[in-house]
């Protein structure tokens, strides 16, 4: 389980009618936008949701393709590869889409062909590379049992000039704060995997991404005085803080994010007195304090200020140090498990 109900909520929320326009950055004119580096979670996986995942998903593998996932789509279906990366004219996929809408292989074999800018994209893309991450959510059927059109749930939002200017510049800077699905401008970030190569500097850009919902500074080099970039960001909803250096101090700058229901400080040097900051953050539903400074007492005063906060100090989870409590009638597995430890060390 890594993600919330709302992040779920948000996710399933795929559209059939897509924000490709709303960005207005460089989508809006075909002639740039066919130098443009094209991204495939925004331009191009909402061209196979729309017209391709229903025969080609989970669900239905026509042609024993499937185009809901990277790994299954450049494997390719029955004739083997569709895409061949960096060469659309060498794309199966690519031919039957460009095909006359009579021919026999013609795809989509039912519904609306493709536009002309949809078929742009798609060469595009591949011709550009096809790269298709491998952190983009496997494409889901956007038509439910009923077939019904789903609503839109998620509130409206309007990223303003500086906010998608500091997207832009985190872009530039290999940070990507992308949508947290296709039909919205709300966002995401996970600088994790660039760990250690994030700094206080590398995140103050954040300070104007007011749509961000969800952000993973797990493992980074983020301090204290970094956290003042998101002391803002009131629509957060989830907090990876966990393996950072972020202490107590750090905390007074998360403690007007009325929104958080997720945060994450294991591994993090905060203790009771980092936690009393956080007291005002009634919809707090996950706390993770694992290998903190923090003690049961702490646990029980923030627990009894937010009702229904469930707190995970790690007893259930695998012990990296030591284990957290020392019980004598486990002798024999506790020895085991210390002499591993010294080994390891
Ligand atoms: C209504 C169902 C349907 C839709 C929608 C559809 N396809 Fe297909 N697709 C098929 C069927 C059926 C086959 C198998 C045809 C065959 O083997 O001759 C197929 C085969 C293919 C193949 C060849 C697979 C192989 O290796 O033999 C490709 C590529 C393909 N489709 C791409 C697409 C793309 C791209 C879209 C969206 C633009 C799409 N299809 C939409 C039904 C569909």
């Known amino acids: ?85 960096g060469d659309a004219s060498k794309s199966d996929l690519y031919r039957r889409v460009t ?75 290999g940070i990507d704060v992308r949508p947290i699905a296709m039909n919205t401008q709300w966002r995401e970030a996970n600088l994790r995997l660039l760990g250690t190569n994030v700094l206080d500097s590398s995140i103050a850009p954040l300070k104007d991404v007011l749509g961000l919902v969800d952000l993973n500074l797990a493992q980074t080099k983020v301090t204290d005085n970094g956290l003042a970039a998101i002391s803002g960001l009131s629509n957060l909803t989830r907090l990876h803080l966990e393996l950072t250096g972020v202490t107590d101090a750090g905390l007074t700058h998360i403690k007007n994010l009325s929104n ?28 993770y304090v694992w290998q903190t400074k923090i003690t049961e007492a702490g646990i029980a005063q923030i627990k009894k200020t937010i009702p229904g906060l469930e707190v995970v100090a790690g007893l259930e989870l695998k012990p990296i140090e030591k284990p957290p409590e020392k019980k004598e009638d486990k002798k024999e597995e506790k020895k085991e498990e210390k002499k591993e430890e010294k080994k390891k060390d």
């Open 99 to 173: 095909l006359p809408k009579t021919d026999d292989d013609f795809m989509p074999s039912e519904g609306e062909p493709l536009t002309a800018k949809q078929l742009e994209m798609l060469r595009d893309w591949i011709n550009q590379g096809a790269s298709w991450p491998a952190s983009a959510t496997p494409i889901a059927s956007k038509d439910g049992a009923s077939g019904a059109p789903l609503e839109i749930k998620l509130p409206e939002y309007k990223p303003s000039a500086a906010e998608t200017k500091a997207i832009e510049k985190l872009l530039q800077a």
């Open 1 to 85: 389980m890594t993600r919330d109900s709302v992040r779920d909520n948000m996710g399933n929320h795929r559209m059939k009618y897509l924000a490709l326009y709303s960005l207005g950055i460089s989508l809006m004119a075909p002639s740039i936008r066919a130098q443009a580096k094209l991204d495939f979670v925004k331009d191009i996986q909402p061209i196979l949701q729309q017209t391709c995942i229903k025969c080609h998903g989970a669900e239905k593998q026509k042609g024993k393709l499937r185009l809901d996932a990277g790994e299954l789509a450049m494997k390719g279906g029955k004739g083997g590869p569709a895409i061949v990366a």
């Open 260 to 287: 958080l229901t997720y945060l994450n400080l294991y591994g993090t040097p905060v203790s009771d007195a980092g936690l009393a900051h956080l007291t005002g953050l009634k919809k707090l539903k996950n706390l």
